[in-house]
């Protein structure tokens, strides 16, 4: 990347959170949007507290070697899961990781926290994301490996059962009890308990994640503190799910770290502006931050990139899908289930056009399927009458208003075996089910939003099992990956003719 | 008016600082010792925090006893807090606002928190206290009936 291409996007942001901040009104946002315009400005001026990091992010130069060490694995791990880690724990101030939906992204960050504590085992690593769920995952999965590791996890606002005992506020109860029974001085408890009784001050959290092995928190949640010196730098900084973050959100962090490994697939769903968001960007001249996307810009220019090329999510039938579809039949399947008739087209006459034209409405229209939602109860019907085990589904769909009608619809259902979540594809990632029902939506109008490529891999890749894909055939082949996909549900179901199930209204 | 002034630590030392300041000012002065009470932080924070206190001339290390204590400028603030009054005028419009309680000095101008910390130890240099006003909050209680 050019000095000026980077400079103009910084530029970019600059100006888009500066305008954001006179619209919201919220005062939480607000800050947030201060503290991400600070963090800019830190950038801007190189201000960092390892600027080795940065210069990397920037300008990525020429990638050094994997470590010819050799480990020695805590963890069952393929070649490229093994190269991914001897990478990312190299020499390198910047390294990258590209995992594939189900590629065990997780358990390639577990395994570089296990490697770095047995290195030092006074480590400090910052793990972070956009999403406290994934922050959850991370360390609830880093936890199961060794309990002698130090574990912080900083405002958890999903009340995850798994992390609670790494909040602060579990932290300092359990070190107060100890104090009680091991301490003498009374006059010493007392003002120990006083001082730490303020399980939200910041300057507490603070000394908690750089006094743990492991932090956990978001990446704005990064930007409330204030790192001074390299005394209080992070050894490795791991930002998972990075394609999804935003540039603020990704710059956070790379600020207070000695070394940084980005974690993220690409040709997943990237940060999603709102209909506020949108207009400021149009307000401003020749803004690029609905098309240009810098990380995408990083994993392909950086020569310290990995890739994680097996998945042990799906079938091989999903699997292939997947791979053919979206990464150039390089994606391996590691499950080795072949799983059969495991994606399925529903076909059907839709009974009207969907979305429904209102002729007098003003806003845009509100998209929904009411076919669809028929056809999709009575699948789930069917499944649950056919379960045997409790399965968990997923019914996903691209837009709000048809995930919500769906969910109306949920609440009034009940099933004997089957644990039903319903959202949107883009609430949806990150996560998976053993059944993912997708419903297209619509049967009519401009397929920018459900035919984005990104959309449709999310929408694919989450099933361990079943994929039912529920949409107007006769509209979707109009799309070239959509047709694609039709295809190929012919083409392996050809023995069973189940490639598409026809539903009546 | 008679008044005591009462100070502490202010309010950008963090938790960490706050406690070790508190655990030697109670007598607490082995350094293994505070680090042993306070595990739950790792050593390197809690001696960086130790450092914060040193460089601000809050408290001292003794290289050969090991042995931390307060500075000689803070024995003495505490010396001076403990056993003088001092008679000001405070304004009226103030003691409406403050609604006869005590009137805090926190985060306002360091020439105000200056001032007081030459009122307090007038033989001290005033450029070595305008590093210490920076450390301080004072409160100034009326009276003396809150701190005796």
Known sequence: ?505 | MKVKIDFSLCRRFGVVEQTIFRLILNGLTNPQQIGAFLWVFSDEVIANSLRKLVNQQIIRVDIESRKLSLSDAVVALIEICMHSSFEIDIPNEILLVTDNSDYSIEKTAIEARTAILVKLLPNVKRSFLIGLAKCFDFRICKGGEIYD
């Open chain 1, 1 to 505: 990347m050019t000095d000026n291409t980077w400079t103009d996007h910084l530029s970019h942001w600059r100006t888009f959170l500066s305008e954001m901040l006179i619209t919201l009104d919220d005062v939480g946002e607000q800050i947030k949007v201060e503290r991400q315009l600070k963090t800019i400005e830190r950038v801007s001026y190189a201000a960092v507290l390892n600027p080795k990091v940065l210069i990397e992010f920037i300008n990525p130069t020429d990638g050094s070697l994997p470590q010819a060490e050799e480990y020695d694995y805590f963890l069952n791990l393929n070649d490229s899961q093994k190269n991914a880690i001897k990478i990312a724990l190299g020499n390198n101030a910047l390294s990258l990781i590209q995992g594939p939906p189900g590629t065990g992204k997780t358990q390639v960050i577990a395994e570089i926290c296990l490697q770095l504590y047995r290195k030092n085992p006074d480590v400090r690593i910052l793990v972070c994301s956009e999403t406290h769920i994934a922050v959850n995952n991370l360390i609830s999965r880093i936890s199961e490996y060794d309990d002698s590791i130090r574990i912080v996890r900083i405002r958890d606002k999903e009340q995850n059962s798994s992390v609670d005992k790494f909040s602060p506020e579990e932290i300092i109860s359990t070190y107060i009890e100890w104090l009680q029974i091991n301490c003498i001085s009374q006059d010493a408890i007392d003002i120990i308990s006083e001082n730490l009784s303020d399980h939200e001050d910041r300057s507490l959290e603070k000394a908690l994640a750089l006094s743990a092995n492991i932090a956990g928190m978001t990446c704005n949640r990064i930007n409330a503190y204030e790192f001074e010196s390299s005394s209080e730098m992070f050894d490795v900084v791991i930002i998972d799910e990075v394609c999804k973050a935003t540039l603020p959100e990704i710059l956070a962090p790379l600020t207070i770290a000695q070394k940084a490994i980005l974690v993220g697939d690409p040709k997943q769903l990237p940060p999603v502006f709102c209909s506020e968001e949108i207009d400021v960007i149009r307000s401003i001249e020749k803004c690029n931050l609905q098309n240009y996307l810098y990380i995408e810009d990083l994993f392909l220019k950086s020569k310290n990139v990995s890739v994680l090329d097996t998945q042990y999510r799906m079938t091989n039938q999903i699997g292939k899908l997947i791979g053919d579809l979206f990464y150039d039949g390089e994606l391996k399947n590691g499950r080795n289930i072949e799983g059969e008739n495991s994606t399925i087209w529903v076909d059907y006459t839709s009974s009207e056009l969907w979305p429904r034209y209102e002729a007098n409405r003003v806003e845009k229209p509100k998209i929904y399927n009411l076919d669809e939602c028929r056809i999709i109860t009575s699948i789930l019907k069917e499944l649950d009458d056919n379960a045997e085990i409790l399965t968990s589904v997923a019914v996903i769909a691209p837009y709000r208003h048809q995930a919500a009608t769906l969910q109306g619809l949920m609440q009034k259902e009940h099933f004997r075996c089957l644990n039903v979540n319903v959202d949107t594809i883009d609430g949806f990632q990150g996560k998976e089910c053993d059944i993912v029902i997708f419903s297209l939506t619509r049967t009519v109008g401009s397929f920018r939003f459900l035919g984005d490529v990104r959309r449709l891999n999310v929408a694919l890749s989450r099933a361990r099992d079943k994929l039912y894909i529920v949409g107007d055939l006769s509209y979707a082949v109009n799309h070239r990956i959509l047709k694609r996909i039709a295809d190929y549900c012919v083409k392996i179901n050809s023995d069973t003719h189940l490639g598409f199930l026809s539903r009546n209204q």
